[in-house]
């Protein structure tokens, strides 16, 4: 073949996404983060970012926060604004499944394109520093007298921690219908109704508060694991004999209409981010667990958490 017919074929295959990543110049990625600043998917949005140009496979990347409905505000707008486009990403989690199966958005997660689960972590229930109860006990017991006095903070409806709080009034006797759940837009968000101790009660993923407890401006009193987390010094839920256990997870989708050559490029891509040197700083900074899954696997994860998560919210009188 001539060397010039040969760079118009490589040319061409590059611009159809055929060509794996590392014989592809690196592209202006444009993330799509459903929540507002402050919160987990943020810091994983962000974080992913930064790997991306680290890892040499993004040349940019830009980042719309759109917060609201367990990210079901974002996802639609998601949809509507990146069909057929390569370089757009969505990050998301077990939120929005939640979210989605309380809140019946008319766009759900069929319409885009399943790429990857990157990490995975337990929450943790927390008491502002000048609390008047001390654990998780002292919350139940005056859940049990009056369950409209103990406001739970955490974010949208249907995330893994109203799931939880939900689980646990269930399980101490209490009607779930009765739970007085403050949702909010981000992490963010109700990381500052703690503080101001404008909440009873609250809950995220343990990375979300670790900074807060360690300074011990939160009082960490339950995490969601099955057993204690590594290094973390807080019970669980199931040893103060409440038997819950819930985890989150979060992953990216690609946009509508991609096609399987464009989906394959955009998981390399990510891929040979989380191998990079800002992932791994990312993991350790967050205490994030990697949970590494692509494509077809991913997609077929994602079915199985919905069913779950449903089964879960309907035993819990949610749904």
């Known amino acids: 073949m001539r060397r010039d017919t040969f760079l118009k074929s490589l040319a061409a295959l590059a611009a159809a996404g055929a060509l794996p990543v590392s014989a592809q110049t690196a592209s202006a990625i444009k993330m799509m983060i459903p929540a507002n600043p402050g919160g987990g998917w943020d810091t ?28 079901a505000i974002g996802l639609a707008q998601f949809v509507n604004g990146s069909k057929g486009d390569p370089n757009a990403v969505m990050v998301m989690g077990a939120v929005m499944l939640g979210g989605i199966i309380t809140g019946k958005p008319p766009v759900g997660l069929d319409k885009v394109t399943p790429l990857a689960r990157l ?100 009082r960490a009193i339950g995490v969601t694991s099955g057993k204690r987390l590594k290094g973390v010094e807080v019970p669980t839920l199931k040893e103060q004999g409440i038997n819950v256990e819930i985890g989150n997870w979060r992953g990216v989708y690609g946009a509508p209409g991609i096609d399987k050559a464009q989906r394959d490029a955009l998981i390399a891509s990510i891929e040979k981010a989380t191998k990079s040197k800002a992932w791994s700083e990312a993991l350790a900074k967050n205490d994030w667990t990697p949970a590494w899954m692509a494509g077809d696997a991913f997609a077929s994860f994602v079915d199985q958490e919905f069913a779950s998560l449903r089964a879960t919210m309907v035993k819990s009188g949610m749904v």
Not at 61 to 66: A, F, G, H, R, S
Not at 187 to 214: C, D, H, K, P, W
């Open 44 to 71: 994983t949005g962000r974080a992913l970012g930064k790997a991306m140009q680290d890892a040499g496979v993004a040349s940019s990347v830009t980042y719309d926060n759109k917060g609201g409905a367990a990210g």
């Open 119 to 218: 990490t995975s972590e337990y929450n943790v229930f927390v008491l502002p520093s000048n609390s008047p109860f001390k654990s998780m006990k002292d919350v139940v017991d005056q859940l049990k007298k009056d369950p409209g006095s103990v406001k739970w903070g955490g974010g949208s409806r249907g995330s893994t921690e109203h799931i939880a709080a939900a689980m646990i009034a269930r399980e101490v006797g209490v009607d779930p219908a009765k739970i007085n759940y403050v949702a909010f837009r981000g992490g963010g968000e109700a990381t500052a109704a703690i503080l101001g101790g404008n909440v009873t009660i609250g809950g995220s993923g343990y990375s979300e508060f670790a900074e807060y407890i360690a300074a011990g401006k939160m």
